[in-house]
């Protein structure tokens, strides 16, 4: 989000949300900074869940202020090309994509030594989707990254299809350490039939969570 001030006194802006139709609320974006009359400042504000029923029109910027007895201050969130409502009919696609092919990610408990990738496996099922499904591409986030020999195929006779694949510690510095926002998104490029490969995620569970959180802190550790 671009917060800017154009009001005639110093502002203190503590935090950011975003509140709209269109996604489940999600936790606000904690940054203090202090905005004199003119300037202004660019935040990142994170998103929840897609509503695919709901337009994300109209939406609004939540900033929390300083001073006594202040309220978070509501107020119209421009979107300038669309982009709120590109990123939800992604979302709501990639969840279409999802159900027509699931993927689960199986990750191995621990690496073969401390400082190896993790070894893991995508299983990828034949949910509504009909004919060949082709697995392209996967990618990483800012912590981890993942590899795997693709592209690879499910033919139409088939209902399974088995990948290896390995996840690796991509950054272990402090900072990304500590603000990565989204590091178990794993973006996944998949095409049904005859059609161009679309975006979709390989959903990561709470127990998937901890494996890799726990791997990512042992194998920085043994970087070091």
């Known amino acids: 989000m671009r917060i800017a001030n154009t009001g005639g006194a110093p502002v203190t802006v503590t935090s950011v949300a975003l509140d709209s139709p269109g996604f489940e609320a999600a936790p606000e974006t904690g940054r203090v900074v202090e905005l004199g009359p003119g300037n202004r400042i660019d935040v990142e504000a994170e998103y929840g869940t897609v509503r695919c029923d709901t337009r994300p029109e109209p939406a609004y910027a939540v900033i929390g202020v300083t001073g006594q007895g202040a309220s978070p201050v509501r107020v119209p969130l421009a979107t300038p090309y669309d982009v709120l409502g590109r990123i939800h009919d992604g979302d709501c696609a990639a969840e279409e994509l999802a159900r027509a092919v699931p993927v689960t990610l199986i990750p191995a408990a621990t690496p073969p030594e401390p400082a190896a990738p993790l070894p893991a496996q995508l299983l990828v099922s034949r949910g509504t989707a009909s004919g060949d499904v082709r697995v392209d ?88």
């Open 137 to 224: 591409e996967i990618g990483g986030s800012v912590l981890y990254a993942l590899r795997g020999a693709l592209p690879a195929t499910m033919r139409a006779d088939e209902d399974r299809l088995s990948i290896d694949i390995t996840i690796d510690a991509a950054r272990c510095d402090p900072h990304a350490l500590a603000e990565s926002k989204k590091p178990f998104v794993f973006p996944l490029w998949i095409a049904v039939g005859s059609s161009a490969p679309e975006y979709s995620r390989i959903p990561v569970s709470e127990e998937n969570r901890r494996i890799l959180t726990n791997y990512l802190t042992t194998t920085c550790d043994a970087r070091r």
